[in-house]
């Protein structure tokens, strides 16, 4: 009993001694507070900063970075060189630590290109002849939409406007009408299974306005928030008879036909003439039947 109540005040002691060598040698790692927001495609920067040795000497450093989820190895460095033996092969070819970093006390990691699949906790660890101190970043995953396409459908007196984009996470859609009146939209969310945004890591989006109206001014908006993100598309359509609109796509059809008539009549003569040539030179080739249809050529004239 009473060794053991012993062994438990040198434990103690032990873990105070630890704890006040670390505070006194000021060993520590820092990491970005708040989520690094990481860009589809595009390259992300996890930092982490630690009390370098003081010479710039990294034979007793050792640096991991791992996901908090599953412990996965994202990237490790030690014996004075990066390895990657262990790495997780979700992130071969695609993580970067700088050595000459490294000396300077900085151990931020390098992803590029992101994926939908790397959002989450990463845990830096580091440990030289200082101490040894971690520290947890969260990386969040975003798409920036991209250009809404639009589909205009006239179905008798309705008119469907129709927005499609791709991007992540869910945005927040709007239809307004000239005084900024909120209109009712229908607005579908897909992606390709395997959790949100699928294994592409993108929704699909397909917004659409319906409007028995003639004479139409709406504005589409799209806001992805993660990534501040705000598209506003204007659209302006009118039609029927009394609209200039259609004026000028009737004009323009009307002299297209024309045109059109008249590039039919210009190939109706070419070929006849071609013929007529060609009529002429078999005529020249056979001997027999040559009279015959010379005579049907004069004819003709
Ligand atoms: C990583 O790059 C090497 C060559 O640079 C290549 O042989 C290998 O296939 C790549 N691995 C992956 C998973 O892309
Ligand atoms: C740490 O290294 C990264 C490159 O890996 C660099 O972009 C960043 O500016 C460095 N941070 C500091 C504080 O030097
Ligand atoms: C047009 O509307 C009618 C009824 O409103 C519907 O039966 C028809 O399928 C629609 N056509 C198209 C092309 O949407
Ligand atoms: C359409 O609405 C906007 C305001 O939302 C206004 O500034 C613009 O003048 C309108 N255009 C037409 C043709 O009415
Ligand atoms: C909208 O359409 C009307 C009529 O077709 C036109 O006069 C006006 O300039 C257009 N406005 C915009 C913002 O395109």
């Not at 873990?15 to 040698?25: N, W």
């Not at 790495?87 to 490294?102: F, K, P």
């Not at 994926?115 to 990463?122: E, M, V």
């Not at 589409?220 to 609109?245: A, C, E, M």
């Amino acid at each position: 009993m009473k060794l053991n109540h012993a062994s438990t005040e040198m434990d103690c002691f032990i873990l105070l001694l630890a704890f006040l060598t670390a505070i006194c040698a000021g060993f520590k790692v820092s990491v970005p507070a708040g989520p690094l927001v990481a860009v589809r495609g595009q390259p992300v920067l996890l930092g982490c900063e630690f009390t370098p040795y003081s010479t710039p000497d990294l034979s007793s450093l050792v640096v991991t970075w791992q996901r908090v989820e599953d412990s996965r190895i994202i990237h490790s460095f030690y014996y004075e060189r990066n390895q990657l033996d262990l790495q997780s092969s979700d992130y071969r070819n695609r993580t970067t630590i700088l050595v000459s970093e490294l000396r300077k006390g900085n151990a931020t990691l390098r992803i590029d290109p992101v994926g939908p699949r790397d959002a989450g906790g990463y845990l830096c660890t580091v440990s030289n002849e200082k101490g040894t101190d971690k520290g947890q970043v969260r990386l969040e995953y975003g798409a920036f939409y991209t250009e809404p396409r639009l589909s205009v459908n006239m179905n008798g007196s309705t008119v469907t406007l129709l927005y499609e984009a791709e991007g992540f996470p869910k945005p927040e859609v709007g239809w307004f009408g000239e005084d900024g009146e909120v209109l009712g939209h229908h607005t579908e969310l897909t992606d390709d299974a395997d959790g949100p945004g699928g294994t592409v890591g993108l929704y699909y989006l397909k917004s659409s306005h319906v409007s028995q109206s003639s004479s139409l001014n709406v504005t589409f908006t799209l806001k992805n928030q993660l990534l501040d993100q705000n598209l506003l598309k204007p659209v302006n359509i009118t039609y029927g008879r009394q609209s200039h609109v259609c004026g000028a796509n009737a004009t323009i059809l009307i002299v297209l036909s024309v045109l059109c008539v008249l590039l039919i009549l210009c190939v109706i003569v070419l070929l006849i003439k071609i013929r007529r040539t060609s009529c002429r030179r078999s005529l020249m080739l056979t001997n027999g039947a040559a009279s015959r249809m010379n005579g049907h050529e004069m004819l003709r004239r």
